[in-house]
């Protein structure tokens, strides 16, 4: 009789080899499009903070714009504020002139006109870059776009890949949409 339960027990104590392959062949399906899942979701995070960054520059050079005009501190050889546009950055400059009606509202590189500069993320760049400059003029706050004839240029910040991307529009008048 103890033989007979015995065999009972070793019959039913353990699991097949069919269900643990089974088994560990969901477990990884799951593990992977987990995995997938969550690069998908980090890189949609860091686009999204790369167009709050630009959103920011394109911003904040408005305001200085503004401020100028205001006497908040930007010289009266300031004419306006603006934003450079690089393939890896945006940088945020000083348009110097010493006649604002002949200045030629762009970014020379001139260490003097640097205000600020921000760096992109390494793993996104500018895939649309319409423009070079935009430059935001007192006291109507009239915006200049190098080179000329973009009243709205659509810029694209994509993946290096390619595989996803953010859109940032800026109109004539400076306003700044996201798509």
Do not use: H, W
């Amino acid at each position: 009789m103890i033989r007979y339960f015995s065999k009972i027990f070793i019959k039913f104590s353990g699991f097949t080899l069919i269900e643990l392959i089974v088994v560990l062949g969901v477990t990884v399906g799951l593990s992977a499009i987990l995995i997938t899942y969550s690069r998908t979701g980090e890189r949609q995070i860091i686009l999204f903070r790369e167009q709050a960054k630009v959103i920011n520059a394109v911003l904040r050079a408005k305001n200085l714009a503004i401020q100028a005009y205001a006497g908040g501190g930007g010289g009266i050889d300031v004419c306006g504020y603006g934003v450079n546009f690089q393939p890896n950055a945006v940088v945020i400059f000083k348009d110097l002139a010493p006649d604002c009606s002949s200045s030629d509202n762009r970014y020379s590189g001139d260490a003097s006109e640097l205000f600020e500069s921000y760096q992109l993320n390494p793993l996104v760049q500018f895939s649309q870059m319409p423009i070079s400059d935009a430059v935001f003029i007192p006291p109507d706050l009239e915006v200049i776009f190098t080179p000329s004839g973009a009243s709205e240029p659509l810029f694209v910040i994509s993946t290096l890949d390619g595989a996803a991307n953010v859109k940032i529009r800026i109109n004539d008048a400076g306003q700044v949409t996201s798509e």
